[in-house]
């Protein structure tokens, strides 16, 4: 089944640590997406790639950072920079980053601190 | 993006259709209407779509007025794997071609009672 597989499920960072996560699909998607959900808020968007080898910067991309070396893979590093890192951690993805373009997510990692 | 109106909360029973109401008087012509629901601790999962006309999946039904002020996502045979909550989010489509993100609201907490 085509899909957006997250890992892991839960995760937990000491301070200063860097963590990454884990974001691969098989739907032949060329946009992926990074968002931030807190409990009883929406998505915000971290960092976005429309293509292999490129990414942007979404609304709160400080203390993040992203690579997307191959198509199907979009990892996320929590970095010791981020100060309130805490949040469930939404990976998704398109056929392009295009408003007509549905964007499919992932099952989440949620980040704790301990 | 304009913004979109729901209500808090609806109950519908199951086997019963579920008629989910969505205000965004504030639409322009090139916006497009989303509808995703979340299940607790879950990803985000795309329903439908639609520009101006009115449009069926499997899962659903999208109406949208003729003015497209208001639409309404119809679950036509409401179970209880169906509690969730639902958002309805419009999408600008902007000159140069590329909207990347989404926004959700509060959304409407749909409870399928048996």
């Known amino acids: 089944d085509g899909g957006i597989t997250q890992s892991p499920k839960y995760l937990f960072r000491k301070e200063g640590q860097n963590v990454t996560l884990s974001c691969e699909q098989n739907l032949n998607h060329d946009a992926m997406y990074w968002y931030r959900q807190d409990p009883g808020q929406g998505l915000r968007l971290i960092y976005y790639s429309q293509i292999v080898n490129d990414f942007q910067k979404g609304d709160i991309a400080e203390g993040y950072s992203v690579s997307r070396e191959k198509k199907e893979s979009f990892p996320l590093t929590v970095t010791s920079a981020q100060k309130n890192p805490t949040a469930f951690y939404l990976c998704a993805s398109s056929i392009l980053a295009r408003e007509d373009q549905p964007q499919h997510f992932g099952d989440g990692t949620r980040l704790s601190i301990l | ?114």
Request: proline share 5%.
């Open chain 2, 1 to 114: 993006d304009a913004k979109t109106t729901q209500p808090p909360s609806m109950d519908c029973a199951e086997g019963r259709a579920a008629n989910l109401p969505c205000n965004h008087s504030t639409i322009s012509g090139n916006e497009y209407v989303y509808w995703y629901r979340q299940i607790h601790s879950q990803g985000p999962q795309y329903i439908i779509h639609g520009l101006k006309n009115n449009e069926t999946n499997e899962m659903a039904s999208l109406i949208i007025t003729e003015d497209r002020k208001s639409s309404t996502l119809i679950l036509p045979h409401a179970t209880l794997r169906d509690t969730a909550v639902y958002y309805c989010i419009v999408r600008v489509l902007n000159s140069g071609g590329s909207n990347y993100k989404l926004t959700f609201g509060k959304g409407t907490l749909l409870t399928v009672n048996p």
